[in-house]
């Protein structure tokens, strides 16, 4: 078996929106999923101003620093592309991120039951498109990147905290067709038609 020929992960509708981002998951595996999904494709990585609005609705308030490490991050892959180090997306540009698949694991916690703490993996890709260029010549493609996230006062927030942190897997390579792939429990998303 291998992720292309499995069936995919359907991903939860989410019932609200709150400062950018989508919310109103369920409190369930694909809930989860669908938060950390639903995230990664609209977060504003290029925008600082925008991404902090963005993560301070989803990040947990028991998440030490993890809003201005992120921050930081974005300031630092916007000076990597000559833009100033605040500010918005360069005005005509449009990004557009794609999860391809997720591998998502159950993390132990002392105070919550089991299934509220999940650590998701995500492969992704990510286009850029301009008013005089409708592609991406160099897309980026088959980028992996990784959130945790607890079931919290209602909803499932993102949370960097040490007990979690250092409970983290690394998975093998994501390839649609690798049965190792799917061995490791990568599985493809299924987004809406």
């Not at 995919?8 to 950018?20: A, F, H, R």
């Not at 999940?118 to 992996?144: C, F, Q, V």
């Not at 993102?158 to 190792?180: D, G, H």
Request: charged share 25%; aromatic share 12%.
């Amino acid at each position: 078996m291998t992720p292309e020929r499995a069936k995919k992960v359907p991903l939860s509708v989410p019932t609200g929106q709150k400062d950018g981002v989508s919310t109103g998951f369920p409190h369930n595996y694909v809930g989860a999923i669908s938060t950390a999904v639903y995230f990664w494709e609209e977060y504003a990585f290029l925008d600082d101003q925008k991404a902090r609005q963005q993560l301070m609705a989803v990040v947990s308030p028991d998440a030490t620093g993890y809003v201005d490490e992120q921050i930081s991050e974005v300031r630092k892959m916007r000076e990597g592309a000559n833009l100033p180090p605040s500010g918005g997306t360069p005005a005509g540009i449009t990004f557009t991120t794609t999860v391809n698949a997720v591998r998502a694991r159950t993390l132990t916690s002392s105070e919550l039951p089991r299934g509220d703490v999940i650590h998701i993996w995500m492969n992704y890709d990510r286009y850029a498109t301009t008013p005089e260029k409708s592609t991406d010549d160099d897309p980026l493609k088959g980028e992996d990147i990784d959130f945790i996230v607890k079931w919290q006062g209602g909803a499932w927030k993102l949370t960097n905290e040490l007990a979690y942190w250092k409970q983290r897997t690394f998975p093998v390579a994501y390839f649609p067709e690798s049965p190792y792939a799917w061995r490791d429990m990568w599985w493809q998303v299924r987004h809406e038609d």
